[in-house]
């Protein structure tokens, strides 16, 4: 009998599935503070909640395609109509499938590293190639190297990727160099997770709507705290979006999660209170911390921080250590740019803000 393992796609062999332990840990043991996976702290609006109660009445029933939720996203981001969107499970899938529809065994992609790990989990299952591109920390500040992306383009180039904030470093892409590069014609996909936290504005949307080699894919996971629905997009050209839409699954988002979403998004109000929220709590951290010796902290532009404290002689494992004694979990990042002090905090509710702040303070400044 022919063995299974001759069966198997050659570029799928010795890869393993993305585990979140984390999560796991955070489900089994509730009394601990979730500051670790960038989740928004508070839970669904009324509105939301309102929407979950009355389709989940309807549960029985196929959604349809989105038709509603899809045309209000395309007027909030000024595109011509519901063929410029796309609806995902997560912005996971929409990654994904944009991923896919231009890879093949042996060709390459782009990334800015370091980024999100999912970019290069999805390159490799469908054979594609991952060619790196550090991103520059210069005076304190990261900047994408685009001098960097556009000599790394080569035949075998299908796709370059760019975090628009990227996580975790969370700064944005900028508008002249980034268009040098989406003028290339290589397809380029800009993953806005975050961008509500900074404003639309920052938004590569534009783009998305001028150029067919650009799409940009959105969440309602962060700043709309809908991560446990599932509920994510892309933006595009029609065309774009129309080849896309071939990998699609049908009825990949469910009618709660369909509903939920549209009642998440046509609450400008709460959008904005919500922002807000995390924007004062985010400058709380820096003002609070500021003054410990040898802490380097990156305000990003987003519902997490990153931190440096190679400079207080601690690693960011051992911090991680300490918040987790005092029932914090936060996450540490892998050494960068020659040290391994770093470690990333998602903002939580105010006073699991605030206890981290005297966790943090207690630990190193001694």
């Known amino acids: 009998m022919k063995s299974l393992d001759a069966s198997i796609a050659p570029w799928l062999k010795g890869k393993s599935a993305y585990l979140s332990p984390h999560i796991d840990r955070a489900w089994e043991n509730p009394e601990l503070a979730r500051m670790m996976s960038n989740e928004y702290p508070l839970p669904p609006t009324k509105s939301v909640k309102e929407a979950i109660d009355k389709y989940a009445t309807i ?32 912005s996971n899938e929409v990654l994904d499938m ?21 970019y290069g989990l999805r390159c490799e299952a469908a054979g594609g190639k991952i060619v790196s591109v550090p991103i520059a920390l210069r005076d304190g500040d990261f900047a ?31 508008e002249t160099r980034f268009l040098e590069v989406v003028e290339t014609g290589i397809p380029v996909i800009v993953d806005e997770a975050y961008v509500e936290f900074a404003g639309l504005e920052k938004s590569k949307v534009g783009h998305a709507k001028k150029h067919p080699n650009v799409i940009v894919s959105r969440t309602l996971s962060k700043a709309y705290g ?6 994510g997009y892309a933006l595009g050209h029609p065309d774009t979006i129309r080849q896309i839409s071939v990998l699609l699954m049908p009825w990949n988002v469910g009618t709660i999660a369909m509903w939920a979403g549209l009642a998440a998004l046509q609450d400008r109000e709460s959008l904005h209170e919500r922002v807000d929220f995390i924007r004062r709590e985010r400058e709380n ?7 410990v010796p040898g802490l380097k902290i990156y305000p990003c532009q987003s519902n997490f921080m990153l931190f440096d404290a190679g400079g207080t002689g601690r690693t960011g494992k051992e911090i991680v250590a300490e918040a987790d004694k005092n029932g914090l979990m936060i996450r540490a990042q892998k050494e960068m740019y020659g040290n391994n002090g770093w470690f990333r905090v998602t903002i939580g509710a105010a006073d699991e803000n605030r206890h981290l702040i005297k966790v943090l303070k207690d630990y190193l400044v001694r």
């Not at 951290?285 to 003054?291: A, E, M, T």
Request: aromatic share 10%; glycine share 10%; hydrophobic share 35%.
């Open 59 to 90: 549960g029985n029933r196929y959604p349809d395609a989105g038709a509603v939720v899809r045309s209000c996203i395309a007027e909030i981001n000024r595109l011509d109509g519901r063929e410029n969107v796309l609806l995902g499970n997560g």
């Open 144 to 174: 994408y190297d685009y001098d960097g992306v556009l000599k790394a383009i080569t035949p075998r180039t299908k796709v370059i990727i760019f975090g628009n904030p990227n996580n975790p470093t969370g700064h944005y892409a900028d």
């Open 285 to 291: 951290f820096v003002k609070s911390l500021s003054d």
């Open 226 to 231: 809908l991560a446990g629905l599932r509920f």
């Open 98 to 118: 944009s991923i896919r529809t231009f890879v093949t065994p042996g060709d390459e992609v782009i990334l800015q590293s370091p980024c999100y790990f999912l």
